[in-house]
């Protein structure tokens, strides 16, 4: 019965989402088409201004990896892993996850594709990816973009989010499945 209610829940929320804010706006006497062009351009300009961050990021990524650094520091990290029934396969998803989104999802890919969606390996790298953020790809290219160039804190708090994310995924993961 629960499952029914959330299945018909989740089938109708985006297209009233859809339907309400617009709807609201209108009534409010909101130009919704003004204002949906006026976002967009400004989505645009966005989009023109995290180019440069985003090809320095990308670049990144593609040395740190090509360069066997990630294997060599995956194989570092292997006994302690072990000690906590870390399976190693899932290592350098936690390793990537920080650095690139799509990094991170070819390589959760992989690992479903390896071991199958439904086993321990598959079930940790998709609940992995949805507990965890690309903290670099955020300070890069949305701090870049706006022009902030002093981080502070935000990259010690955005990388202890991102290994909480992942113990708690394998916490989780480990008492559900």
Avoid at 2 to 26: G, Q, T
């Amino acid at each position: 019965m629960i499952m029914k209610l959330i299945n018909e829940v989740s089938r109708w929320a985006i297209p009233l989402v859809f339907f309400i804010i617009p709807l609201i706006a209108f009534i409010r006497g909101v130009n919704v088409y003004e204002a949906f062009t006026e976002g967009a351009q400004e989505g645009f300009d966005t989009a023109i201004k995290i180019i440069p961050f985003l090809v320095g990021m990308l670049l990144a990524v593609g040395v740190f990896r090509a360069s066997g650094a990630m294997d060599l520091f995956t194989r570092f990290l292997a006994p302690i892993t072990g000690l906590l029934h870390i399976p190693g396969e899932v290592l350098p998803l936690a390793l990537t996850r920080p650095l690139s989104g799509g990094g991170a999802l070819g390589i959760a890919a992989d690992l479903i594709n390896s071991f199958g969606p439904d086993t321990y390996i598959g079930r940790l790298a998709s609940t992995m990816q949805g507990s965890t953020d690309t903290t670099f790809y955020v300070l890069t290219v949305y701090f870049g973009s706006v022009g902030v160039i002093r981080y502070r804190y935000s990259l010690a708090v955005g990388l202890i989010a991102d290994v909480v994310g992942f113990l708690a995924s394998v916490f989780i993961c480990n008492i559900v499945f």
